[in-house]
Structure formats: structure tokens, C-alpha cells
């Protein structure tokens, strides 16, 4: 079995996030905003399995959010995406994300092994329990109370796990599910289960992350240093008390130029003059973030971050700015940054060249053998 190179000892991972959405994370209509299509997406997926990125990973999403962009709208199937991603890589994790409402787990215990096959045992899943309800709606899928969707999630996930694990057929009869003479082969090829990723933000999200999860995604409220840590060593200090561990992941959105004022220019750029406000303003909208629930200047801040970089960490600067920063996170205790630029293509290629090798320099990364 290959080794998945998740839980590898390079003190900073490197993720591509939301490489499988048309404009990925960002939303403005730039020149070379990412339309997203195969063939780049191919090319993207290959550069950055090359360089040793440790995760790939999609994003589920099933409609766009309107405006000029119509931020989103365009999405390839995360299931099928990893499948096909991991035939033609050979080194970096791929992921797939299911809405567990929307995927019985008999179904998705199938989808999963045959990725961790394919990928000879470089797969991994993001487990997420719904966000937007609207797209619930297509699927006459339940719309749960916000909590009873991680309790939902715990359910699913013990029977996927039984499903991957148990050689004889099982009954199981829990709140949700029943079902008779359970069984499921190919067994993933890792063992005891394939890594589990959650993103929950919320008490119920981090609980759940915290007891079965193997990696959480954080978005970080507070930019300040010991904000963030106090933020990444609460949820590790969760799964402590549960006797786990658990590596943190944050989002973050990219600008690298040869100075910072060119790096600042062309983020305002994209920002202020191309960004979709309508688009943003939508996604804000769904979010309970309007005029009626933050002063203006707030609900402006956080406009220019979802446009930059769907309200990501900012790695803005020249390359040595941007290790620099990354050092930072490294002391807050994040393991792993999921990457979203404006031009996939062109900034990973970017990102390879001049920060990959600042990073090895400043000893966050060994380099790819
Ligand atoms: C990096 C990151 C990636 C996420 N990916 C998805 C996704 O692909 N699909 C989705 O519906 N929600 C996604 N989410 C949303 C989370 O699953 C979660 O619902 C959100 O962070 C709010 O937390 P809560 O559910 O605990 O309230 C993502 C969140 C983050 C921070």
C-alpha cells in the first residue's frame, strides 16, 4: 500500500482547496479567474502532486450564488473528481467531501474504498453535514436542527466505519438508519478506517470533530496571534480529553508578488474593482451577515475577505513575507494551510518556484523526494 502523506512530519502541509468549483474561492471576475475545467484542473492536480502538496481536496457544492460570477455555480462531483484525480497522481492526498444527509453510507462505503483503491491508499473524507439550505431543497433532503445534523453525522459515520471494517453482513438499527444483512468489499485499503476531516465551526461541529475526526478545518476568528492559538489549541485540547489527536487545518487565500506593494495592488484589484458584489453579498445573506446584523464597516471587512478568499487566512507579500507568516501559524499550532489563488494554474506554478523553496530554507518543509 502506498503511505498517505497526511500525517508526514513536515512541520507546514500544503492543501489545494476548492480546485474542483468554478472561480474555487474567490469571487471576482478578474482576468484569469478560474473558469475551471478538466484539462486545467488536470494540469493543476499534476504540478501540485509533483511538488509534494500533501492534500488535493474539492469542495461539495450544488448551486452558484448569482452575480456576475455566479460564484460556484460550476462544480465538478467531488466522489468522481477524487476518483479520476487520484488515477493520475501518485503522491498527495486526495479528498472527497460528502454531505452526509445527501449519501447513504452503503453508497458512499463503496465510492470511498474504490477512491482508496485507485489512489492505492492516498484517499481521505471530509465529512459535512450541510450549510446552505438551498441546496437541501433540490434533494427534498431534510433540513435538520443544527445539531442534531453532527449527531446525524456521528450515526453515519459509525456505520460507514462498520461498513469498512466488519468481513460478516451486520444488521443495524440505530435513529436513522436500519438496515438488514449490511456488508460492503472492497474494504479500504487503510486500515482501521480511511482519514476523517470535519470543518465544524460551531460547539456541536468542534465536539464532533474533536471525538472522530482525524483533521478539522478552522476558520480562524481572530487574526491576532494569541486569538488563533488559543483558537487551534482549544480543539486539540477537545480531542486530548478523548483521548485523540487531531491536526488543524486552516484555509488560507494567496497573493504573492516580487514586492508586497504589487501583491497589495493586485488584491484590491481583484477585490474592489472586480469583485462580485452581488455574488458576495448573497453568500453573506445566507449567512445571517446583512445590514441588519453588523455596522457597516464590519460587514465591509468582511465583504473584502469572502471576495479575496472566502473569508480565508490572507498569505499577502513577497515569498519571504509569506513564510514569514507562515512561521506564525506554525507557532499557533495549524499543521496544514488549504490554498485557494485567483489563477490556480499560474500561482501554483508560482507558489512551487519561489515559496516551496523559502520554506524548505526555513525549515517548515523537507523537500519532496
Ligand atoms: C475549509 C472549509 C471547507 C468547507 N467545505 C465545505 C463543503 O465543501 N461543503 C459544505 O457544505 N460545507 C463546507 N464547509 C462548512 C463546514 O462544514 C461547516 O458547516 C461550517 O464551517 C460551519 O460550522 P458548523 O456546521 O459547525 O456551524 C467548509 C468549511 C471550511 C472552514
Known amino acids: 500500500m502506498g503511505s498517505n502523506p497526511l500525517f508526514n512530519s513536515n512541520k507546514m502541509k500544503?492543501?489545494?482547496?476548492?480546485?474542483?468549483?468554478?472561480?474555487?474561492?474567490?469571487?471576482?471576475?478578474?482576468?484569469?479567474?478560474?473558469?475551471?475545467?478538466?484539462?486545467?484542473?488536470?494540469?493543476?492536480?499534476?504540478?501540485?502532486?509533483?511538488?509534494?502538496?500533501?492534500?488535493?481536496?474539492?469542495?461539495?457544492?450544488?448551486?452558484?450564488?448569482?452575480?456576475?460570477?455566479?460564484?460556484?455555480?460550476?462544480?465538478?462531483?467531488?466522489?468522481?473528481?477524487?476518483?479520476?484525480?487520484?488515477?493520475?497522481?501518485?503522491?498527495?492526498?486526495?479528498?472527497?467531501?460528502?454531505?452526509?444527509?445527501?449519501?447513504?453510507?452503503?453508497?458512499?462505503?463503496?465510492?470511498?474504498?474504490?477512491?482508496?483503491?485507485?489512489?492505492?491508499?492516498?484517499?481521505?473524507?471530509?465529512?459535512?453535514?450541510?450549510?446552505?439550505r438551498n441546496e437541501f431543497e433540490m434533494f427534498s433532503a431534510e433540513w435538520r436542527e443544527h445539531d442534531v445534523r453532527y449527531e446525524y453525522a456521528s450515526e453515519w459515520l459509525t456505520l460507514i466505519q462498520r461498513l469498512w471494517s466488519e468481513d460478516k453482513e451486520f444488521t443495524y438499527k440505530g435513529r436513522w438508519f436500519e438496515t438488514k444483512g449490511a456488508w460492503s468489499e472492497p474494504k479500504p485499503l487503510q486500515k482501521p478506517s480511511v482519514p476523517i476531516m470535519n470543518a465544524g465551526g460551531s460547539e456541536a461541529g468542534k465536539k464532533f470533530a474533536a471525538s472522530?475526526?482525524?483533521?478539522?478545518?478552522?476558520?480562524?476568528?481572530?487574526?491576532?496571534?494569541?486569538?488563533?492559538?488559543?483558537?487551534?489549541?482549544?480543539?486539540?485540547?477537545?480531542?486530548?480529553?478523548?483521548?485523540?489527536?487531531?491536526?488543524?487545518?486552516?484555509?488560507?487565500?494567496?497573493?504573492?508578488?516580487?514586492?508586497?506593494?504589487?501583491?497589495?495592488?493586485?488584491?484590491?484589484?481583484?477585490?474592489?474593482?472586480?469583485?462580485?458584489?452581488?455574488?458576495v453579498n448573497n453568500l453573506l445573506q445566507i449567512f445571517g451577515l446583512n445590514s441588519q446584523t453588523l455596522p457597516s464597516d464590519v460587514l465591509d471587512e468582511y465583504r473584502f475577505h469572502f471576495i479575496a478568499g472566502h473569508g480565508g487566512y490572507p498569505l499577502i507579500g513577497t515569498a519571504d513575507q509569506i513564510v514569514e507568516e507562515i512561521e506564525i501559524l506554525i507557532k499557533m499550532g495549524v499543521n496544514g494551510i488549504l490554498i485557494s489563488w485567483v489563477d490556480y494554474l499560474g500561482e501554483c506554478r508560482q507558489w512551487i518556484e519561489k515559496v516551496i523553496p523559502v520554506m524548505e530554507q526555513a525549515g517548515q518543509r523537507e523537500p519532496k523526494n
Not at 38 to 54: C, H, I, P, R
Not at 92 to 117: G, N
Open 14 to 132: 500544503l492543501g489545494i482547496i476548492a480546485l474542483n468549483c468554478s472561480h474555487g474561492s474567490t469571487i471576482t471576475d478578474v482576468e484569469n479567474a478560474w473558469q475551471m475545467n478538466w484539462l486545467d484542473t488536470k494540469s493543476v492536480a499534476q504540478m501540485a502532486d509533483n511538488a509534494g502538496f500533501e492534500v488535493l481536496l474539492p469542495v461539495a457544492r450544488w448551486k452558484g450564488y448569482g452575480g456576475v460570477t455566479n460564484f460556484n455555480n460550476k462544480t465538478f462531483d467531488t466522489f468522481t473528481w477524487a476518483s479520476a484525480i487520484s488515477a493520475i497522481t501518485e503522491y498527495s492526498c486526495i479528498f472527497s467531501t460528502v454531505h452526509v444527509p445527501l449519501v447513504h453510507p452503503v453508497a458512499a462505503a463503496k465510492q470511498c474504498a474504490t477512491i482508496d483503491h485507485v489512489s492505492n491508499g492516498r484517499f481521505a473524507l471530509n465529512i459535512v453535514c450541510g450549510w446552505f
Open 212 to 279: 472522530s475526526a482525524d483533521m478539522s478545518f478552522v476558520l480562524l476568528k481572530d487574526r491576532d496571534f494569541e486569538g488563533g492559538r488559543k483558537q487551534v489549541e482549544h480543539l486539540k485540547s477537545m480531542a486530548r480529553a478523548v483521548n485523540r489527536e487531531i491536526d488543524v487545518w486552516v484555509h488560507a487565500y494567496v497573493v504573492c508578488r516580487d514586492t508586497e506593494q504589487e501583491a497589495r495592488d493586485y488584491l484590491n484589484y481583484y477585490v474592489k474593482e472586480r469583485g462580485d458584489k452581488t455574488a
